[in-house]
């Protein structure tokens, strides 16, 4: 009895076992035919980008193209402005900036990119609100009769609560 359990068990395993080995040959070779559709797939999408991209420089080179085609080139170079603008940010992040000939990020001091050999002008700061403003060039600002009564108005209540701290009163006149 015992000898018939164990050789029933046997048998058992014995077709569970091939039949996995049969499931994992079937999933590989799936795989393997779903890898192949894919290379493919990508394959037409690089060659549609390929296609894209000569139309897009012939744009950019001033060629005469369809007029559905210029509109996606013109939202194209929009994009690329934004991307522009994004990668000067997370440079100036850094302290550091956007090479405008290769576009690659190089130390604020260099006058050269390291890279092409390009000049990297460096950006001049942005003022801050509380940056020194130059007396010379700046603008005079004129004062409206508003702005000046509340001026007035101000050191007026300065001068009574300037008065009330040497007196040592709360209210003044009192």
Known sequence: MARDFFDELSDTITRTTKDLGKKAGQLYEAQKIRSKISSEEQMVQKLKADIGNVIF???KEGAEVEEALKGFCEEIEQHLDIIDGYKDAAAEMKGRK??????????????????C?????????????????????AEPVEETEEKQAENEAGTEEEKVSTETEK???????K
């Open 117 to 137: 050999g390009s000049v990297c002008p460096t950006p001049e700061p942005e003022k801050a609100e509380g940056d020194v403003v130059d007396t010379e060039t």
């Open 98 to 115: 956007i090479c405008p000939a290769c576009g690659k990020s190089v130390d604020r001091s260099v006058s050269f990119c390291p890279y």
């Open 167 to 173: 007196s040592g009163q709360d209210f003044p006149g």
């Open 57 to 59: 420089e012939k744009y």
